[in-house]
C-alpha cells in the first residue's frame, strides 16, 4: 500500500493537459492524440532535492486528465474530490485560453471548497504550455501570468512555463509539484498499485 498525491490538469481545450497527461505517463509526446471520454489517471514516482539540496527525495503524483469531460460541462466534483493539486494549463500562443483562467480557478475552488474540518483546500500551480513556439506566436508573457497568479494568491514560484513537446521545462515543473505538496499536505489517495516507472527520466528530454 503507497500513498500519492491527487493532482488534476484543468483548463481550456486543446492547450495540452491530454499531451502532458502521456508525457508524464509514458516519457514521450505523441502528436495527434486520440481524444478519450472518461477521467483518466496515472500514479508517477517524482524525485526532487531536499530543501538543503543534500539529499533526492521523492513523492508519488497521481495525476488525473479530464479526457475530453470539460467539453461536455460534465467535470464535476468526482474530479476535484481528494485533489491535492491543481494544475491550472493555459497555451502561451492563446490568449482566449488564458483569459478563461479565472472561470477555471472559480470552478475548481468551488468544487474543492469543502466545509468539513481538517480538510485543506488543493494547492494551485499556473503553467503556460507550448513554449517551444516562436516568439511571434507566444501571446502571453511571463510578467501576464505572474500578474494573474498574483491576483489569485498563487504563489511567483507556483507559475510554470514549458513544452510538452520538447519536455522543456516539464520535469522542473513536476519536481516543484511534487515538493510543495509533500511539504505542505498530507498524502490521501491510498492505492495497491506500484507507480509507474520513473517516466520523468525523459526518453525525449530536450537538450535546449
Ligand atoms: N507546439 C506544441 N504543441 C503542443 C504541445 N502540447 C500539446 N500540443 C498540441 O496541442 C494540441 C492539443 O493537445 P491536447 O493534449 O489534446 O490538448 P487538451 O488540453 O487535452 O485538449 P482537450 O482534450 O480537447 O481538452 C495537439 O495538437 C498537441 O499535439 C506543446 O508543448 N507544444
Ligand atoms: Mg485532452
Known amino acids: 500500500m503507497s500513498t500519492s498525491y491527487k493532482v488534476i490538469l484543468i483548463g481550456e481545450t486543446e492547450v495540452g493537459k491530454s499531451s502532458c497527461f502521456v508525457r508524464f505517463r509514458d516519457g514521450k509526446f505523441v502528436e495527434n492524440l486520440v481524444g478519450t471520454i472518461g477521467l483518466d489517471e496515472c500514479t508517477t514516482e517524482i524525485s526532487f532535492q531536499s530543501e538543503d539540496k543534500k539529499s533526492l527525495n521523492s513523492a508519488n503524483i497521481q495525476l488525473w486528465d479530464t479526457a475530453g469531460l470539460e467539453k461536455s460541462g460534465r467535470l464535476t466534483n468526482n474530479h ?33 471548497n469543502s466545509n468539513a474540518p481538517n480538510v485543506r483546500k488543493p494547492i494551485f500551480f499556473l503553467v503556460g504550455n507550448k513554449i517551444d513556439c516562436t516568439q511571434t506566436e507566444i501571446e502571453i508573457s511571463e510578467e501576464l501570468s505572474q500578474a494573474f497568479a498574483k491576483k489569485r494568491n498563487i504563489p511567483a ?18 519536481s516543484a509539484v511534487a515538493k510543495c505538496l509533500s511539504a505542505n499536505m498530507k498524502p490521501t489517495v491510498q492505492h495497491n498499485k506500484e507507480p509507474f516507472a520513473k517516466a520523468l527520466q525523459d526518453k525525449g528530454a530536450c537538450s535546449c
Open 157 to 174: 514560484e507556483n507559475v510554470f512555463r514549458m513544452s510538452v513537446k520538447t519536455s522543456k521545462g516539464f520535469s522542473d515543473m513536476f
Open 80 to 112: 476535484y474530490l481528494n485533489s491535492r493539486g491543481v494544475i491550472l494549463m493555459y497555451d502561451v500562443t492563446e490568449y482566449s485560453s488564458f483569459s478563461c483562467l479565472s472561470m477555471w480557478c472559480e470552478e475548481a475552488e468551488r468544487y474543492t
